[in-house]
C-alpha cells in the first residue's frame, strides 16, 4: 500500500526555513534548491514504507510520533490510516521535544 503524504502548514513553513538557511550558508540558490529538494525526496520516500522511522518516545512512552532524519535535520510525522502526515522540520541540533510538546513545559 502507498500511503499519501500530507504536509502540516507548520512543516511546509519549516521547509521554507531550510531553504533559506542553506542560502544564506551557500549564497547559492541552486544549492538550496537542490537540498530542499533531496529532503522532499526521502520524505516521498515514506510513503512506501512509513514506519521505517525512527519511533519518537518521551518520557517512557511512545509518542505515535517518527522521525527520518536528512544531514542536517529531522523531520517529525505521524502514519495514519492512508497518508503519513509531516508535522515538523527542525534542526537535528534543536530541542526539538520541547518545540513538538510546548504544553509539557521546560
Not at 520516500?45 to 535535520?73: C, E, Q
Not at 490510516?81 to 534543536?94: H, K, S
Amino acid at each position: 500500500m502507498r500511503y499519501k503524504l500530507t504536509w502540516s502548514a507548520q512543516a511546509a513553513a519549516d521547509l521554507l526555513a531550510v531553504w533559506d538557511t542553506v542560502f544564506d550558508l551557500s549564497r547559492d540558490a541552486e544549492t538550496a534548491d537542490r537540498y530542499a529538494e533531496e529532503l522532499k525526496e526521502t520524505l516521498l520516500a515514506l510513503t512506501d514504507h512509513p514506519k521505517t522511522g525512527f519511533p519518537l518516545i518521551y518520557d517512557g512512552l511512545l509518542t505515535g510520533f517518527y522521525s527520518v532524519n536528512y544531514k542536517a535535520y529531522k523531520a517529525f510525522y505521524r502514519v495514519r490510516e492512508d497518508r503519513v502526515e509531516l508535522l515538523r522540520i527542525l534542526p537535528r541540533a534543536a530541542d526539538y521535544l520541547r518545540l513538538l510538546f510546548p504544553e509539557e513545559g521546560t
